[in-house]
């Protein structure tokens, strides 16, 4: 989780905006450097929100939910953010 990574340069916590922010802005500069996808993936809370702070979502191409309960045979993929296409589209997963 992006959450949980750290610089040692930036003088905060894990988790807090200065660090996933930095952390967040390295991998995706390494990504374009290299020419390679990189998946970041973050928290949600209970609400259904990505937990912390919200410029992860602006810093990505595209924001997935995997959906579903936990106990259950199936779970969806949905995009709510998609750069490149439809949000329109779900994909459905039997776990």
């Known amino acids: 989780s992006i959450q949980t990574m750290m610089d040692?340069?930036?003088m905060s916590s894990p988790?807090?905006?200065a660090q996933v922010r930095e952390?967040?802005?390295r991998l995706t500069q390494a990504a374009k450097d290299h020419r390679v996808a990189?998946?970041?993936i973050g928290h949600v809370t209970k609400?259904?929100?990505?937990?912390?702070?919200?410029?992860?979502?602006?810093v990505v191409d595209t924001v997935v939910y995997l959906?579903?309960?936990?106990y259950q045979q199936h779970?969806?993929?949905?995009a709510v953010k998609n750069r490149f296409g439809s949000t329109a589209d779900i994909g459905i997963f039997e776990m």
């Open 8 to 10: 040692e340069n930036v």
């Open 15 to 17: 988790g807090s905006v």
């Open 23 to 25: 952390c967040a802005t």
């Open 38 to 40: 990189v998946i970041l």
């Open 47 to 58: 609400s259904g929100e990505v937990a912390g702070p919200r410029l992860l979502e602006h």
């Open 67 to 70: 959906e579903g309960e936990r």
């Open 75 to 78: 779970r969806i993929l949905r």
